[in-house]
């Protein structure tokens, strides 16, 4: 009986133990991630994350994080094809066979990744709708592929969320246009301006709307 105790005693102190060591863990691992990520080591990150979320799936923030490492290791392929495309370009089509393999394998990959990061994007928001820069980067997906609804819902939640982000107007703008609602597009840009006056791209742009419209002294005015 009392070497029963015993291992009873054991066993709950281990399992106490094991609590205190996940959070920890966990925090170690999403610091880690953090670190890969400001280095550019996108691989790495990863992984990190990844093992992460099998110690906690319910953490908003590492989903979100994991979804911008997806995201910029599809950047760096994008990259990587543009340049070797480049390649074959300057080289009056002399490239080597292995080099269209390479584009065609990187062209899936990013398809890959694009799926991933919007998946991890959707659980983020599921566990934390508050997360402005995850609807952004959702709503601008949407748009990308053509889903103007989705879009404007995301973007809107990005506005109310991160109001000071200002490529959330400026996409919102791209897609009220597409929506042929130019005045709500109008808006947006001014939007933009009253926040940054000295963004010319975006006055450009209003000045551009405000032709389409006939109104060539509001054009003047800005």
């Known amino acids: 009986m009392r070497i029963f105790c015993i291992f009873i005693l054991y066993f709950f102190v281990f399992f106490l133990s094991s609590l205190n ?5 966990f925090e170690a691992l999403l610091n880690q991630g953090n670190d890969f990520v400001h280095q550019g080591l996108w691989d ?16 908003a923030i590492v989903h979100y994080n ?3 490492a997806y995201f910029y290791k599809h ?6 094809n543009r340049a070797l495309k480049l390649y074959d370009f300057f080289s009056k089509g002399k490239n080597e066979n292995n080099k269209e393999v390479e ?10 990744l694009e799926k991933l990061q919007i998946e991890e994007l959707m659980i983020s928001i599921r566990l934390d709708n508050k997360n402005g820069m995850a609807h952004y980067f959702l709503g601008t997906y949407y748009y990308n592929n ?9 973007l809107k939640q990005a506005i109310q969320f991160e109001p000071d982000y200002l490529n959330s107007y400026g996409v919102l703008a791209s897609v009220y246009e597409k929506m042929g609602n130019i005045g709500l597009a109008i808006e947006c840009y001014k939007d933009v301006l009253k926040r ?3 963004n010319n791209d975006k006055r450009k742009n209003l000045i551009l709307l405000y032709n389409k419209l006939g109104m060539a ?3 003047m005015d800005k």
Not at 103 to 112: A, R
Request: hydrophobic letters at 40%; proline letters at 5%.
């Open 21 to 25: 060591a996940a959070p920890d863990e």
């Open 44 to 59: 790495r990150a990863i992984e990190v994350y990844e093992k992460a979320i099998t110690i906690n799936p319910e953490v």
């Open 66 to 68: 994991l979804s911008l």
């Open 75 to 80: 950047l760096e392929l994008f990259d990587k």
């Open 103 to 112: 584009v065609s394998d990187n062209l899936s990959l990013m398809q890959d």
């Open 146 to 154: 053509g889903n103007l609804i989705e879009s404007e819902a995301h």
């Open 196 to 198: 940054d006056p000295e």
């Open 217 to 219: 002294n509001e054009a």
